[in-house]
C-alpha cells in the first residue's frame, strides 16, 4: 500500500478536467490544478508525472466518455439514429456541473501549444466520433436507407461539424431551440433516395 496516492482517481481527473475545460492547456496552471483537485504537487506529480502526463489522462478519459455517449444512441432507423446522436448532446436546462463547449474541440484550437501526446489524442479522438457517424452511415447503406453511391466521408465530416457546433454555440449565446433548428437543417443533408420512376401514361 505504500507509495500508492491515496485518493479517488475519477474524482481528481474531474476535477482537473474542469480547469482545463473552462482554461485551456496553456492558461491551466499547476496552482489552479493543485487546487481544484485538493491535492499537493508532490501527490500530483507522483500520480501524473507533470501537467502534460495530467492532461493526457484528462483529454483521453473525456474522449472515452464521448464516445460512449455517441455509441449509445438508438433509433429505429439510422436516419433516427444520428438525429438523436445529434440532439443528445444538446445543453441540459439546470445542468451547469460542466462548461459549455467541448474540451476535444478547445484541444484543438491549441493545438500548436500541445505537447505531442496530447496531440494525437486530440487527432485520435476527433476520428473515433467521425468513424462511429461514419457506421452509422455505412449502416444505413447496407439497409438500404442511402443509396450505394452516398458519399458517406463528407457525410462524416458534415455531421461531426454540426456536432462540436451543438457543443460550442451555446458559448457563444445559441439556445437550445436554435440548436434544435441547426439539427434539423443539417438532418436536410441526409440523401433522399430516388423516387421509383413514375409509370408511364399509355398514349
Known amino acids: 500500500m505504500s507509495g500508492k496516492p491515496q485518493f479517488d482517481d475519477d474524482a481528481v481527473i474531474n476535477s482537473a478536467m474542469d480547469v482545463f475545460w473552462r482554461h485551456g492547456y496553456s492558461a491551466s496552471s499547476i496552482d489552479q490544478l493543485t487546487t481544484a483537485m485538493g491535492l499537493s504537487r ?19 478519459t473525456y474522449v472515452d466518455r464521448v464516445v460512449r455517449r455517441m455509441g449509445a444512441v438508438r433509433g429505429d432507423t439510422r436516419r433516427q439514429q444520428l438525429e438523436a446522436l445529434l440532439l443528445e448532446f444538446l445543453p441540459r436546462e439546470g445542468k451547469t456541473a460542466r462548461p459549455a463547449g467541448c474540451l476535444l474541440a478547445r484541444s484543438g484550437a491549441e ?29 444505413a447503406v447496407a439497409s438500404g436507407e442511402l443509396v450505394a453511391a452516398t458519399d458517406i466521408d463528407g457525410l462524416a465530416w458534415h455531421y461531426l461539424g454540426v456536432l462540436q457546433a451543438i457543443l460550442n454555440l451555446p458559448q457563444a449565446g445559441a439556445t437550445v431551440g436554435e440548436l434544435r433548428r441547426v439539427v434539423e437543417l443539417a438532418m436536410m443533408a441526409w440523401p433522399l433516395l430516388p423516387a421509383a420512376a413514375a409509370p408511364q401514361r399509355a398514349v
Open 111 to 139: 493545438m500548436v501549444d500541445l505537447p505531442p501526446a496530447s496531440q494525437s489524442v486530440t487527432r485520435q479522438g476527433l476520428r473515433k466520433q467521425r468513424a462511429i457517424l461514419g457506421e452509422i452511415l455505412r449502416e
Open 42 to 60: 508532490s501527490s500530483v506529480y507522483k500520480r501524473f508525472q507533470d501537467k502534460e502526463g495530467l492532461f493526457q489522462e484528462v483529454l483521453s
